[in-house]
């Protein structure tokens, strides 16, 4: 590899003369471990005009790093770093600058102080990952995802791959959405009303943005996405958060005055339940007697593989007050980070702005790529293999749970991951620790919940990266641990 000479920069401050300023440059960048063994230099006519100095100097400075072998010299090919050179050194004399800045007068610190559920990033080395969300290689159809990712690098998608959209979208994704994946949820919708976004989160992010600044009353489920409570708690809404039971977010427990609701009606976050038809209706119709804005977060509806999807909220709405999200992250994998939102003219046109102002748009080859794997059938193909496997796993990991007495705390009609409740007493975020001494992953529940006091013994098991003849011997260790 050649170093570049833009790597090199002059101090004016510098106490030495120029030829011993560039030993110095060089001699600290290997000590420093930045230049390392085997790497070309800069020629010493390159390196001279760059620093605006005589060739001679730079010539002078080489000869007496070569004589110290910190570098050598091969021929007519220029000079390298030698194989020989003094070992890097854990401190140079050149060290970083201290921080002495004062940063709680400049950031809040919200952020990161946000309790979310971290995974391993070696998590595929545990036996028992019980952790949701992440892709199983022995599912992912590698083949035919490779092929659209080299069709759409071709000459003729090369516009698609290389134009800056600015606001817009790749065509052929928004009408695969238009065409396939919402009226598959009862939904039409033309392009004007469909927004592409770099995954659920972004759409999250963008919805509240739109529609809940901080003079807005905004309700959310409890327990629900953690992201979104880190999202809400940044735009500085005022949250009231309404607890969810068998059939969801109560509708009668929405208070007057609100503004905006945040649901997830067809899969709910993390406990699995669905609301009923009647109280999606009923709910619709608060949201026009009271005038508030509906957000669903329709995630994993195509996981509905213990009874049929119900409709989702937005193909019930004659108003327009409901504002739909989904993404493709979830049913594809989680890197490929693509989403959509479906609202109102208006809305959709107020998001794209905003859009554009901080992104633009998602990237154009991975736009692409998605909308040929989709429109030539190999989505679906996906979706059925998935929802076959994923059935299998969850009959398998509920007889495991029966068995060594465990509790369900939520029950769907599918998806990827069961909601648990351990004892009155046990700390899963401690569980967590204790199993992961076991090589088993599972989720504390605690960040599901936006309230300030957080019950402690819930937790959250995935079956979606786990191979199925391991379900059985993960919970068995579950149960053995909780006691």
């Not at 910190?70 to 220029?78: A, D, E, F, Q, W």
């Not at 979208?169 to 009862?186: K, M, T």
């Not at 119709?285 to 909220?313: C, G, H, N, R, T």
């Amino acid at each position: 590899m050649a170093v570049s000479e833009e790597t090199f920069f002059l101090d004016p401050t510098f106490e030495g003369t120029l030829q011993q300023q560039l030993q110095s440059l060089v001699a600290e960048g290997i000590l420093s471990g930045r230049l390392r063994s085997g790497e070309k230099l800069p020629s010493t006519r390159g390196l001279a005009k760059h620093l605006g100095i005589s060739r001679i100097t730079v010539t002078l400075a080489y000869t007496e790093l070569q004589a110290d072998d910190y570098i050598t010299s091969k021929g007519r090919s220029g000079y390298y770093v030698s194989e020989t050179a003094p070992q890097p050194r854990l401190a140079t004399g050149r060290v970083a600058s201290a921080d002495t800045v004062d940063w709680g007068k400049f950031i809040s610190g919200e952020y990161a102080a946000n309790d979310l559920f971290r995974k391993p990033s070696d998590w595929q080395k545990y036996k028992y990952p019980f952790i949701y969300g992440q892709a199983d290689a022995n599912l992912f159809d590698h083949a035919n995802w490779r092929l659209c990712a080299l069709q759409a690098l071709g000459r003729r998608d090369f516009e698609a791959m290389t134009t800056d959209y600015f606001e817009r979208d790749d065509p052929r994704l928004v009408e695969f959405i238009a065409r396939h994946s919402l009226p598959r949820r009862g939904i039409l919708a033309g392009p004007d009303e469909i927004l592409v976004t770099l995954g659920a989160q972004n759409a999250l992010w963008l919805a509240v943005q739109v529609l809940s600044g901080g003079d807005k009353n905004v309700v959310t489920e409890s327990p629900c996405y953690p992201g979104l409570s880190s999202i809400l708690k940044g735009a500085g809404a005022k949250v009231k958060a309404v607890a969810v039971d068998e059939g969801g977010l109560p509708v009668d427990a929405i208070p007057s005055g609100t503004d905006v609701v945040f649901v997830t009606a067809s899969h709910h976050c993390p406990t699995s339940v669905t609301m009923p038809l009647a109280r999606r209706r009923a709910l619709l119709e608060k949201a026009a007697q009271d005038d508030f804005l509906i957000i669903e977060d329709d995630y994993e509806f195509e996981m509905s593989f213990v009874s049929p999807p119900s409709p989702a909220l937005k193909s019930l709405d004659k108003e327009s007050r409901v504002i739909h999200i989904g993404s493709f992250s979830k049913t594809l994998f989680p890197g490929l980070r693509l989403g959509y939102i479906v609202g109102s003219k208006t809305f959709i046109r107020e998001a794209r702005a905003l859009r554009a102002t901080i992104l633009r748009h998602p990237p154009g080859h991975i736009q692409r790529t998605a909308a040929y794997f989709m429109s030539l059938g190999h989505y679906d193909a996906l979706i059925r293999r998935t929802a076959r496997a994923l059935s299998g796993r969850r009959q398998v990991m509920a007889a495991a749970i029966k068995a060594e007495g465990l509790t369900i705390a939520g029950k769907g009609s599918g998806g990827s991951s069961f909601w648990m409740k351990a004892p009155d007493g046990v700390d899963t975020a401690k569980l967590a620790v204790t199993l992961r001494a076991c090589g088993v992953l599972i989720e504390p529940g605690a960040a599901f919940f936006p309230e300030a006091e957080k019950p402690t013994e819930y937790y959250r098991l995935a079956y979606s990266s786990i191979p199925q003849e391991r379900i059985a011997d993960g919970i068995q260790l579950i149960a053995k641990a909780i006691g």
